[in-house]
């Protein structure tokens, strides 16, 4: 009895110091910063620090670079992430050296990332130093200015794009591998196309993983800093910057709180849709 009882307990055992691991360093942390969002240094309960937020200049443009930075970095890294996963499943010769090839960025932290990028894009750095010697530029164009918005923000996705796209692929092929193979080869019996078999078979039995991957990839893009530091400085300004900004600049971490408790209410926003769109057909039924 004792035995089977302990076997019972197994599954909550292991997964006791993730649970206290997330308690002490996110779950905490982020009650403290929610309750410094709304409260001042003499106790009081407020929603002054939000005003102050909203009424400050760079809020608009963070806000609605962060919100175009998420619509043009989701769809372009899932299709991306969709591509290398069917590659890896598909088994073709080398597509173990693809895997590996992939996965390098995993490896990189956000700044190096950035780093990396900004190495390529800056005025002396392997774009123009390629362009101008293959005589596309008479001297080289200036990527990453403030004047060039565009460019900017398609250097920081890009550089995310290449820093953030494996774990979604990791996650995909996870998912990929659960699909029985009767389905793909009935699938083959009854004459469909490669778009058939991923738009009817792949992708719907791929929404697990995909819930997954989306609301993992959402959160963390609403978390962007590092990259767009190193890659555009600022030129562009993000949430997350601004929340760095309040913080360490002007010294003031009621509004930097402000702003994380915005990136978290946005982030479980955009969970709930996640969860609600792509519902798998049990969960459906459940409701």
Known sequence: MNARRWQSLTPYLLLLP???????FFAYPMAEAFVLAFRAENGEWTLKFFQQMISDVAFAPA????????????????????????????RLRGSSL???????????????????????????????????????????????????????LLAVVLAEVWRATSIIMVILVSGLQGIPHEYLEAADVFGATLWDKVWRVILPLL???????????????????????????????LLAAEAYRWYWSYRNPNVAAAYAALIMALSITSTVLYLWGLRTRSEELAL
């Open 18 to 24: 993730s649970a206290v691991f997330l308690l002490v």
């Open 63 to 90: 806000l609605q670079t962060t919100l175009v930075l998420i619509v043009i970095l989701i769809p372009v890294q899932f299709v991306v992430a969709l591509t290398m996963a069917l590659l890896v499943q598909a």
């Open 98 to 152: 693809f895997l590996y090839i992939y996965a390098i960025p995993l490896g990189i932290s956000e700044l190096a990332a950035g780093i990396v990028w900004f190495a390529i894009f800056t005025e002396r750095g392997y774009l123009n130093t390629l362009l101008t010697g293959l005589g596309l530029l008479a001297e080289p164009f200036i990527f990453l200015s403030y004047e060039r918005q565009g460019w900017l």
């Open 207 to 237: 929404r697990p993983s995909l819930q997954v991957a989306l609301i993992l990839r959402t959160i963390l893009a609403f978390q962007v800093f590092a990259v767009a530091m190193a890659v555009a400085g600022t030129g562009i300004t």
